[in-house]
């Protein structure tokens, strides 16, 4: 077989969705049977209008860079095929030759990876398809882990981990941090990771985050506020972290006052659930008011989630490199409809070989962090989550908190006016 | 004079406050006649409580990593001294044998340490005390920059670079964030940098920030509209910097529905101010729907800004560091009531030299950003403003767009359905 490839690159982009489309353009060169290598300009939509860049013109030397990049170089979409586009697609294909199809994307792109297959049957239209995954999210079924999920981890872990040392320069002061997760708690579970750059591994019972909620785990106003309150009753300061789909958990009978807030259109990149949860804490937490006011405050940390420059995680970057050239390689070899998939090769020292799995496990479907990995009380993780999250990061920056002793005290007790 | 050395750390914290906080510990071992070197437990509350930790205890091996964390590593306080304080203070500086006093904190600490000094004067205790910079706003006058403002440079344009292209992975997207900075805008012409880590040197008028709002600057709603209409229709999207004292310069009167939300209050770190930009933006710009929806979407940066783990700037480190040492060396010379400063050297390669200034002239202003580093249009930054910041960030990660050629379209228009 023999034409042109095509790349695209769909839904929300990560830290290191270029390195899969830099893995396909390196490993592309080594098959003259690939006469060009075009990237779809938007995802679907550059498909359907003919929108292709020619990314057999760029030179060698750009690709590094363009693999470091946040962001879908190519652009990306959200559209989901119709039966309409279909028809479309394929008087595209035929019209440039396109017998190459790499999908970069999340369970929905695979779903439309699917669509294509289906209607190419249809046709006898003679096409290959991988999809290359790329989400956050890291919901993704059969791989280990999702690219984009090492980095993103490591930044919302960098994040609390100091934010966690801002919080703890005040009194009284509670922090919640409110990150992406609709569904699946992995994102939340990955601030985890701000207590492992303590050194001190003592500190790591008083470090944050202190309490973390997934959208796996029941989640009730009640048990939230206990949960601070134990947390302040013993370190007098608390860090906090949501996922955003806990906003769907609220029960909004309860706190009627609140439902119209909570819309699930709203919800993602607004502050409501950070400031509501705040609210909450402001009107119920008993604190020792001879140390000040309670402070409380949120951050809803939006997309420097997923595109922080200069963070992401060199795992993530290789093992995205790697999916992208080798599924080029399998393809070439005659895969298709198949997904590539990482998978943890058991062993002191962790890699990952890189497998193939059928599109149709992935499609549509979502992995959520198994009970496991979750605490007992739901609100943390446990050390089997820690085994399988680290290796995934890379080093983390060595911080420390004083644990100085205090001077004795030589006067008597001060009562300011 | 002998006796016992007190360090304050007050106000926000910074990525780097703790490197001035080891550097008064590094030079105070060169000098026998400080006994001790306490650290005052939560800023001016520890003070006038007592609560003082022994940081002599300290192995020497800990303050590299303290120095690394972020947030305030002996707790800090937002409290002004009160008469019935200063008092106290005396107390507390006589049962101690306290005759140095290191004050780490922005131009509200100066002022505190003023009253400290008049006080002493008053009760002709001998004490010196000498200032330490220390603000992410930058906002001090007399020093070149302030050491805390390399780093949240750092960090927000690094946030702004990677956020510029995820949003260009989308059509018709509108992106703003809101940052730090009441009366100054440092921190926001800061995001410019972002346009410097492009390798690409012609990229540079495409890549964002493309608009960026100081306080220094009038601030209009229809000259905002204006400009990111223009935006929009030379580059299809935008990337916007807002200051969050832009809050402060609306027209509450003419868009009276908004009023109660721009409270002084609630400014910091609540999304109000992006919201209400981004649905300005989404009801106003007039956008080419044949691309799809108008994706318009704020992020308030929080805290993230002055405490992410892992992003501070080297040279930034490195200053605050050296000027905590310097204080320590100008003090045990005789020097008082004055501040460190950082003062730059002229020449090819950037260097400062560190200087001392008179706490008067710190103490309760504020310098804001001169007119000739904004341009002419008010909405960016002139090169001015790169040559006197570049120096102070380090390194920027190398990224890159793709500027592709399209590939001939061979098809007829396709219209979806």
Redo the contacts between chains.
């Keep these: 077989m023999r034409g042109n490839a095509l790349v695209i690159?769909s839904g929300g982009?990560t830290?290191v969705i270029n390195q899969s489309l830099a893995g396909v353009m390196a490993a592309s060169r080594d098959y003259p049977n690939i006469e060009n290598v075009?990237?779809s300009?938007?995802g679907l939509?550059g498909l359907?209008?003919?929108?292709?860049?020619?990314?057999s013109?760029?030179p060698v030397s750009?690709w590094k860079?363009?693999a470091?990049?946040?962001?879908?170089?190519?652009?990306?979409?959200r559209i989901k095929p119709?039966n309409?586009?279909l028809e479309?697609v394929f008087?595209?294909f035929t019209?440039?030759n396109i017998k190459f199809l790499f999908y970069i994307g999340g369970n929905d792109s695979a779903e439309a990876a699917q669509l294509i297959r289906e209607e190419a049957n249809r046709l006898s239209y003679d096409v290959r398809i991988i999809h290359v995954p790329k989400t956050i999210d890291n919901d993704l079924m059969v791989t280990d882990h999702c690219p984009g999920f090492g980095s993103v981890a490591k930044v919302v872990s960098?994040?609390v981990?100091?934010?966690?040392?801002?919080?703890?320069?005040?009194?009284n002061s509670v922090?919640i941090n409110v990150v992406m997760g609709r569904h699946a708690g992995w994102i939340a579970a990955a601030t985890a990771i701000?207590k492992k750059?303590h050194?001190d591994v003592e500190a790591h019972d008083e470090v944050g985050p202190h309490l973390i909620y997934l959208p796996e785990v029941d989640f009730t106003l009640q048990k939230f506020l206990d949960d601070v309150q134990n947390t302040y009753d013993r370190l007098g300061r608390a860090t906090i972290t949501v996922a955003e789909g806990i906003a769907d958990k609220l029960d909004h009978d309860k706190f009627a006052g609140e439902q119209d807030e909570f819309g699930n259109a709203q919800l993602s990149?607004?502050?409501q659930l950070g400031?509501f949860l705040s609210n909450l804490i402001k009107k119920n937490l008993k604190f020792n008011s001879t140390?000040?006011n309670l402070r409380c405050?949120?951050?809803?940390?939006?997309?420097?989630q997923?595109?922080?420059?200069?963070?992401a995680s060199h795992i993530d970057q290789t093992e995205s490199f790697q999916l992208g050239s080798q599924a080029l390689h399998y393809m070439m070899s005659g895969e298709t409809d198949k997904m590539v998939t990482l998978e943890r090769i058991p062993g002191q020292t962790y890699s990952c070989s890189i497998g193939l799995c059928d599109l149709k496990l992935v499609a549509q479907k979502t992995k959520l962090v198994p009970r496991s990995m979750i605490n007992s009380q739901g609100n943390g993780v446990t050390e089997e989550f820690y085994e399988y999250v680290l290796p995934l990061i890379g080093d983390?920056?060595?911080?420390?908190?004083?644990k100085?002793?205090?001077?004795e005290?030589?006067?008597p007790?001060?009562v300011?006016?």
């Design positions: 690159q982009p830290a075009y990237g300009y938007h939509h359907l209008h003919e929108n292709f860049l020619d990314l013109l760029e750009v860079e363009i470091n990049s946040p962001g879908a170089a190519l652009g990306s979409a119709k309409s586009d479309r008087n595209v019209a440039h960098n994040i981990a100091g934010d966690d040392l801002d919080n703890r320069s005040f009194y922090k701000a750059g050194i990149g607004s502050g400031d140390l000040g405050r949120s951050d809803t940390l939006g997309y420097i997923r595109s922080l420059a200069g963070m983390l920056p060595e911080i420390r908190a004083l100085t002793p205090h001077v005290k030589k006067l007790t001060y300011r006016l």
